[in-house]
């Protein structure tokens, strides 16, 4: 069973910055798709950005300017790098391994924006 772990949540104030890490166990990632995706308070879990094996990059139009989704295969590892936060970012963050119909979801991790 493949195990995603997700760090780098955390509070911070509006305009600033944070860097999720998602770190597979039991599965090599670098044949996957990766994704990030959030649930805001109260609503629906969304996409904010994905990347494929091949390094092609999607991203919410939300996302597009502010957010950077990267991939370490050698480090099993995907990144969000978050900048310029907004309140509206405030959300739990999930990480995804294979796509989100029939893929892996880490438990996630809690970003609060707010000053």
């Known amino acids: 069973q493949v195990r995603l772990v997700e760090s780098g949540g955390g509070l911070e104030q509006p305009g600033g910055s944070l860097r999720l890490s998602c770190t597979a166990s039991?599965?090599?990632?670098?044949?996957?798709?990766m994704g990030w995706y959030r649930q805001p308070p109260g609503k629906q879990r969304e996409l904010v950005a994905s990347i494929t094996n091949g390094n092609s990059t999607n991203y919410a139009d939300y996302a597009k300017g502010r957010f950077t989704i990267s991939r370490d295969n050698a480090e099993n590892t995907v990144y969000l790098q978050m900048n310029s936060l907004k309140p509206e970012d405030t959300a739990v963050y999930y990480c995804n391994l294979g796509g989100p119909l029939l893929g892996y979801w880490g438990e996630g991790t809690q970003v609060t924006v707010s000053s």
């Open positions: 039991r599965r090599r990632i670098s044949i996957y798709a």
